[in-house]
């Protein structure tokens, strides 16, 4: 029985500069931890046969697949505004597997040793970490946010140092690509404006193909990625979720969310929420995702410039044009999606009052995030800390006009608010529950918290109890890099 991988490479065609092909990194006891049996499938591949000795093998980065040429994938990046050289230091690009709907989609092994980009480092991850990035990008899809997947968790058998000895793993992970905008900044540093535009092209084609018939096809890149970008960071915010690190190589061309480190998602609305350890000024906290976007997406056009235009203030005018749209895309995604999470189908000027009046009054009260919106779907106001507050019994009554003055029935509206809303997301609390026992060697209560996330908006009772945010017994909440 075959496990059904159907490899390419089109990544190892463009410029040597822009990879490394390594070599499988055996390890000493693979044990397989968790397989995504649904993702399998819809790549084509047999999840039986990946649970297999032999398929374990491949998932450990012990062997390489049927087809593989196994690559680390060189890029730059501006780590918390400053530029620095990076690239795979612990991931291993498999290959490129060909799905049965046509689709390309990445396979890349993270935790999988040692590269020429290791930069000192051991190139592996800690187990919790790995299941940590398998549950919140499977919650992520689930809650309908473009991300990066997870295919599988290996544990490797060996330990790994960090402050303590931890369990070493290898996490599988899918991806529509790997290009991050510090691709193109390792293309033009380290490279000429013939490897900007062999990856420009490579983007074009495997991203935005339509692109490659516009009079400008790379002003056409620019303004694809900008869209999807705003669009992006418009879902994060209206989930209340925080990235953690929005470093320009953590920042993909595809539109996908990429690298679940310090990332987390908010409880009480704050714009100030920021949870981690490493970013003490704040600089990726909630409020200030949208406009690290834009500034990230500068990034992104400047590396451009070569062959943008051939005259270089004319690159730049058309570079500054592009940049500039991006505060009405990300404005009108946001609002867009915020209009629904209240029920409304038409747009009104005043909508925009609306939305941040009850986001002050939620961050001014402390109120949950998410249950602030599913009482309001469900009007079950009473269950709201806002409820009988004057100032917000106001708000519900300009709300309820506003309501009134749509064409939409009250169970139309109703309905809408329950699909943009959800019932749950991975709160902090029950992430780290699931993670310590898992890591203790019992699944049962992951594998009962990716059942409850894999469809948040179903508003069952099974999710009931994962509704609840924390306790004051569980303090406040910090989260690592996991590196």
């Not at 000895?165 to 991806?175: D, W």
């Not at 890149?221 to 470093?247: C, D, S």
């Not at 100032?391 to 309501?403: D, G, I, K, S």
């Not at 699909?419 to 991975?426: C, D, G, V, W």
């Amino acid at each position: 029985m075959k496990t059904g991988w159907n490899l390419d490479m089109s990544y190892t065609r463009l410029p040597e500069t822009f990879y490394s092909k390594v070599d499988p990194n055996p390890v000493v006891s693979p044990k397989l931890v968790i397989v995504n049996r649904k993702l399998a499938e819809s790549l084509g591949l047999n999840a039986d046969v990946l649970e297999t000795p032999d398929g374990i093998e491949v998932l450990s980065g012990s062997r390489a697949a049927e087809g593989a040429v196994p690559i680390a994938q060189a890029y730059a990046g501006h780590q918390f505004g400053h530029f620095t050289m990076l690239g795979d230091g612990r991931a291993m690009l498999l290959g490129e597997q060909m799905a049965p709907d046509g689709t390309r989609v990445d396979i890349q092994l993270k935790g999988s040793g040692r590269t020429p980009y290791s930069r000192g480092g051991d190139g592996r991850a800690a187990l919790g970490p790995m299941l940590r990035e398998y549950i919140i990008s499977e919650a992520m899809h689930g809650l309908g946010i473009p991300t990066t997947r997870s295919l599988a968790v290996v544990e490797t058998g060996e330990g790994v140092y960090r402050e303590t000895k931890l369990p070493g793993a290898v996490l599988t992970r899918t991806a529509s690509s790997h290009l991050r905008v510090g691709t193109f900044q390792y293309a033009a540093n380290m490279g000429s404006t013939e490897d900007v535009k062999a990856l420009a092209d490579y983007a074009i084609q495997r991203h935005y193909p339509g692109g490659a018939d516009e009079e400008n096809p790379y002003l056409a890149l620019l303004e694809g990625v900008i869209k999807r970008q705003a669009a992006l960071i418009a879902k994060w915010q209206q989930a209340g979720f925080i990235h953690g690190v929005m470093n320009t190589d953590n920042m993909t061309i595809s539109g996908e969310t990429i690298d679940y480190g310090p990332c987390a998602f908010m409880n009480e609305y704050s714009m100030s929420t920021v949870f981690s350890s490493i970013d003490a000024q704040g600089r990726y906290a909630y409020g200030n995702q949208p406009g690290i976007g834009g500034w990230n997406l500068a990034r992104f056009a400047e590396a451009l410039l070569p062959v943008l235009h051939d005259e270089e203030d004319e690159a730049i005018k058309l570079a500054e044009a592009a940049i500039s749209a991006y505060p009405r895309e990300f404005s009108e995604s946001w609002i867009s999606g915020m209009r629904a999470k209240l029920g409304l189908y038409n747009e009104e000027k005043e909508d925009e009052k609306l939305i941040e009046n009850l986001l002050s009054l939620m961050q001014k009260h402390k109120a949950d995030y998410t249950n602030t919106f599913r009482a309001l779907t469900f009007d079950r106001l009473k269950d709201s800390s806002l409820h009988e507050i004057p100032e917000f019994v106001q708000w519900e009554e300009a709300w309820q006009e506003r309501l009134v003055r749509q064409e939409q029935t009250t169970a139309q509206s109703r309905e809408l608010m329950r699909t943009s809303n959800p019932a749950i997301i991975p709160r902090n609390h029950r992430v780290e529950e699931a993670l310590d026992a898992a890591v203790n060697g019992d699944r049962s209560v992951m594998d009962q918290l990716l059942n409850v996330l894999a469809d948040p908006y179903a508003h069952s009772a099974e999710q009931e109890p994962y509704t609840a945010p924390p306790g004051p017994e569980c303090g406040p909440y910090q989260t690592y890099c996991g590196t």
